[in-house]
């Protein structure tokens, strides 16, 4: 099963993708780090320009990484509100396109993701990427940090889901 877990930005996209051996409630869930990265859109391009380019760019991830389901991160309103409208306006693009690729769409709350990975809701930058980098054994801290943000949100649907 292959998750693919997206932190929605108009600037930066963040993605990551985890494989997991399927949930098993009795043994330990194993989960594997398959690749992870980021969509970038143009900042002189206008509004509807980076917002077709994060509909197409996200749409070639989905077709070559074909995963079972997509995990995002809700929006959290406590931020300001231009950049509440920015990255809702992102997450609608994220949802309109798993919604075209016909896979199973979940969300999580920041501080929800945080607290599952971490056990503390209000964990920085840095626990979370360092956390991912133990659960999925990497070498180095997994960077950008949208990008790490994006792995936290796929192991968190893992986690989540094999509880039993």
Same mark, same amino acid.
């Given at each position: 099963?292959?998750? *693919? ?9 963040? /993605? =990551? ?19 992870? @990265? +980021? ?29 079972? +389901?997509?995990?995002?991160?809700? *929006?959290?309103? @406590?931020?300001?509100?231009?950049? &509440? ?11 309109? &396109? ?7 769409? /979940?969300? /999580?709350? =920041? ?36 990008? &790490?943000? &994006? *792995?936290?949100?796929?192991? +968190? ?6 509880? @039993?």
């Amino acid at each position: 099963m292959l998750i *693919l877990g997206i932190d929605p930005g108009t600037a930066i996209t963040g /993605y =990551g993708v985890v494989q997991t051996d399927g949930v098993s409630k009795k043994s330990v869930q194993k989960y594997f780090h398959i690749r992870h @990265g +980021c969509i970038t859109t143009p900042k002189e391009s206008l509004m509807p320009e980076r917002l077709y380019s994060l509909q197409k760019q996200l749409r070639q991830i989905i077709t070559e990484i074909k995963p079972s +389901c997509v995990a995002v991160e809700q *929006l959290f309103f @406590g931020i300001n509100s231009k950049t &509440a409208i920015t990255v809702g306006q992102a997450r609608g693009v994220v949802m309109a &396109a798993v919604a075209e690729a016909g896979i199973p769409f /979940y969300e /999580y709350q =920041g501080l929800s993701v945080k607290k599952t990975l971490t056990g503390f809701g209000h964990a920085d930058k840095k626990t979370i990427q360092k956390t991912v980098q133990k659960l999925l054994k990497l070498k180095e801290i997994p960077k950008p940090d949208d990008a &790490a943000d &994006a *792995l936290a949100i796929a192991i +968190c649907h893992i986690l989540r889901n094999s509880q @039993g």
